[in-house]
């Protein structure tokens, strides 16, 4: 089964920190990638950040670089997303997803187009 349920989304003011959580099941947790992606109200769905689990390489969409970070915990079966210095350009639904293959090219960066399973989507609404 193929299950990512993410949580952590909440109102903050500019500035502030939020961490995004996503548990996964062992299925969605076991494919070479996984990442975040957001959607802003009339926007396009935009890649945030990638892991790819052979490495631990890490790629950030460059409006949020150096401000976010991506990580995993292998024993909790959960993806996060550190949120430091949120703007309100960053209000958006985030979703995680997962690539389910077992090997992926990290050369690829943020190819959030490889993503097979996506979870329903945690709210950040950042207020000036």
């Known amino acids: 089964q193929v299950r990512m349920v993410e949580s952590g989304g909440s109102s903050v003011q500019a500035g502030g920190s939020l961490r995004l959580s996503c548990e996964a099941s062992e299925y969605a947790f076991s494919g070479c990638s996984m990442g975040w992606v957001r959607q802003a109200p009339g926007k396009e769905r935009e890649g945030v950040a990638i892991?790819?689990?052979?490495?631990?390489?890490?790629y950030y969409a460059d409006s949020v670089k150096a401000r976010f970070t991506i990580s995993r915990d292998n024993t909790k079966r959960t993806l996060y997303l550190q949120m430091s210095n949120v703007k309100p350009e960053d209000t958006a639904m985030y979703y995680c997803?997962?690539?389910?293959?077992?090997?992926?090219?990290?050369?690829?960066?943020?190819?959030?187009?490889?993503?097979?399973?996506w979870g329903q989507g945690t709210q950040v609404t950042v207020s000036p």
């Open positions: 892991v790819y689990i052979a490495g631990n390489f890490t």
């Open positions: 997803a997962a690539t389910l293959r077992p090997t992926c090219s990290v050369l690829r960066g943020l190819a959030t187009s490889d993503f097979d399973v």
